[in-house]
């Protein structure tokens, strides 16, 4: 019985480890998306002044 539950922890923390790792790359997309965008829309801003 024991050895079940220490199973069962055990694939919990494998499951929020996975699941931390999904949110950490999901963030470093979005991050560098939302520069893209930011950069984008600083070029055209300069485009207009001149």
């Given at each position: ?10 694939e ?6 996975v699941i ?7 963030f ?23």
């Open positions: 019985m024991c050895m079940r539950r220490g199973q069962s922890i055990l919990y923390a494998i499951l929020i480890s931390c790792a999904v949110f950490m790359t999901m470093v997309y979005t991050k560098n998306a939302v520069r893209a965008r930011l950069l984008i829309t600083q070029d055209r801003l300069n485009e207009a002044d001149q």
